[in-house]
């Protein structure tokens, strides 16, 4: 397995190549040789592009994966790769998951309950309040807050969530060690003490635009929700809630004066039916019966916080787990013998995977672990 994870972290790392062609390499019968491929061997047998082929064979020649890794931990930074059993579950569900994480702070804060607040870079007065608002109020009752750490609503959801036990994740859409933007320096070191920086992003790839849609995504894959707070109708907050969306997760959005056109992009969404969030406990009753967010202390919140302790099965739990030790079975078909709301069904197939009594396949087939 080490092999196998140092093979994926070279590919992850070689510009020139992306998500499609490490999962055609990986598809490829002779995965354990790669590090003796020739470009001629890339191209036969993974049906790589020359240029490509000729990067990757260059790579392997010329890495050196301890020196890598001691290079990483002299940095602070943990890396976890998609066959890592530490590996994020709800991002296993996404349609592209990424293949390498970079972390630095807190990796148990990837088995919490997250929701995820996103908005504006502009917000008003009354977006500020109520970003910080939810971000204090969820973390206070042990959810982790997930951003992006841009300025505005990002910063100030992570802000909130800092002075509570669930604490933050902040997702980059630069290398985990590169802070942007730069006036939000001193809250990426609080997140990096106390909460978590990730990242999918290289060590040392140049700044582009184009990887912040990327980011999104994961926002998006790794919460339960997203709650977008302000949002103007071409905002990247909608983006992301557009991810949500796509993977089946919950969509919450913060209504606004309608002459506000920072809430334009908000109050649309809950025209085509997002959750209309006026308070957090309209957040937390979503997960009423199938998530347990108690209340955790205050104080030192840098101090890790132990994982769950209590993961025996709600009813409806135990219904689908029962269904599925008898055989692996689709989502249509835990619908049918079930007779579970679809909406439902989701949320208790997210928990069983969380809490890692089952997991998914492609083509949302469904088995116990």
Sequence with gaps: MEKRIEALITMHETPGIGWKSIRKAFDCEHWSQFDRFTPEAWSSSVGLKPEQAKALSNAFSNIDPIARKQEAASR????????DTKYPALLKQMHQPPWVLYAIGRLDLLERHSIAIVG???PTSYGRKTALTLGEQLSARGVTVISGLARGVDALAHEGALNGPGSTIAILGTPVDRVYPLENRSLYQRIANQGLILSEVAPETPFHPGLFP???RIIAGLSL?????????RSGSLITADQALEMSRDVFAVPGPISSPKSAGTNGLIRQGAKLVASFEDIMEEYEGLFDFRSRPSAEHSRPIEAESDFSLTEQEAIIYRLLQEEARTTDELHELSTFPFGLLHSVLINLTIKRKIEQHPGSIYSVM
């Design 214 to 216: 990327l980011r999104n």
């Design 225 to 233: 929700g997203t709650v977008v707070v302000e949002a103007a109708e």
């Design 76 to 83: 602070g930074i943990a890396l976890i790769t998609y066959f």
């Design 120 to 122: 504006t870079r502009g």
